[in-house]
């Protein structure tokens, strides 16, 4: 049995090419294309309202099914073990039986939601993301070098 387990989760992208994220920090959801958030070249995203970085801009929605299956994963670990003990011990004059099985969590799919986001050209770093429309009104950072941007 292997130490390191790896769960592959498909973040769908809108029409656009653009993926869904969340600042954990001030909660604000933006778009950035996914080849862009995959670029090895971009070593940092920033908040598009609130300029800081953080570790992860995974939504809530990422969060909940990653749970779901890394729980699913240990589940089917523990039930697979314990029908080896059950046939491990048969026929040795030790009774052991696997009566039920965990339950396995639901793992709800991803969808490419939040559609009220403007398409906005950075200059500075010559790509495209998605952001709120209001932030024009008060001004926005570069999600990709963190430079602050304030329309006329």
């Not at 809530?60 to 011990?89: G, P, T």
């Not at 050209?121 to 008060?138: S, V």
Request: glycine fraction near 6%; hydrophobic fraction near 35%; charged fraction near 30%.
């Amino acid at each position: 049995m292997s130490d390191t387990f790896s769960i592959k989760i498909d973040i769908p992208s809108d029409n656009d090419g653009f993926v869904l994220l969340q600042c954990p920090l001030c909660g604000a959801f933006f778009k950035v294309k996914a080849d862009d958030y995959e670029d090895e070249g971009v070593l940092e995203l920033y908040c598009p309202e609130c300029g800081l970085c953080a570790d992860s801009y995974f939504t809530e929605d990422v969060i909940k099914l990653a749970m779901a299956m890394a729980k699913n994963l240990a589940v089917d670990l523990i039930n697979n073990e314990m029908k080896k003990f059950e046939r491990s011990f048969k026929g040795k004059g030790i009774s052991f039986k696997a009566d039920k099985s965990a339950k396995r969590e639901y793992e709800q799919p991803i969808y490419a939601t939040i559609d009220a986001l403007d398409i906005k050209y950075f200059e500075c770093c010559k790509k495209e993301a998605k952001i709120k429309p209001l932030l024009k009104i008060c001004g926005y950072y570069c999600p990709f070098c963190g430079v602050k941007y304030f329309e006329n």
